[in-house]
């Protein structure tokens, strides 16, 4: 889903914000707070709540969400004194104060479906529709078990036949055809990857229909 708002488009399942076409750069934790915030527009979000979502089962300062919140503020170029988009509902939390209309997504058509693998040295990786999370931890979807890796070293979010990137800020870097990521990055069938020291080809295969239009890492 694509929601659009005053400049900006935040395309939800890409994990990615746009300003007049280039990408806004978040954290992870700051997307996922104002993806929260648009979410549940026009309703305030208690401090409380927006803490079990953003950090489940941990303690953390009241000040961790309130910096989360003025990274949101300096990447829209919004302030607490005159809120375009992140209003303060003092003793209490906050909540999104735009007008956000839903966008159809350009690249969703009917009847499209994409399947995606990561093939590595000796195995090949199947990724699934929507979140893929790479690194070592063993509940990741793309496991990958090496010392270069992070535990939680990447994501790969696979949404409206599009395949995105982004690196989570791991120890040693995701690269994407030889270039250091430090945005979301679109990725296409036959690119080269490499999370840490560990390469790795990404491969899609598209079918509309039933109709194969891509290629699989098998010809």
Request: aromatic share 6%.
């Amino acid at each position: 889903m694509t929601l659009r708002f005053s400049e900006f488009d935040l395309s939800i399942g890409a994990r990615r914000l746009r300003r007049g076409g280039l990408h806004v750069h978040l954290t992870p934790k700051a997307f996922e707070l104002l993806v929260a915030l648009v979410e549940r527009r026009p309703n305030a979000v208690s401090k409380r709540d927006l803490h079990e979502l953003l950090w489940p089962a941990t303690f953390v300062a009241e000040s961790n969400l309130a910096a989360l919140v003025n990274e949101v503020r300096n990447a829209l170029g919004d302030s607490a004194a005159r809120s375009r988009f992140v209003r303060t509902v003092p003793r209490f939390g906050y909540a999104f104060c735009g007008e956000a209309v839903e966008e159809p997504s350009a690249s969703r058509r009917p009847g499209t479906k994409v399947s995606c693998w990561l093939i590595l040295e000796t195995s090949r990786i199947e990724l699934v529709e929507g979140e893929n999370l790479v690194g070592r931890d063993p509940r990741a979807e793309a496991w990958i078990d090496l010392p270069s890796v992070s535990r939680r070293h990447a994501r790969i979010v696979i949404a409206n036949g599009e395949a995105w990137l982004e690196d989570l800020g791991s120890k040693n870097g995701t690269c994407v055809r030889g270039t250091l990521i430090e945005a979301p990055e679109l990725l296409s069938d036959r690119d080269p990857v490499r999370f840490g020291s560990i390469a790795a080809t990404f491969r899609a295969w598209q079918a509309v229909d039933g109709i194969g239009t891509g290629t699989s890492d098998t010809e």
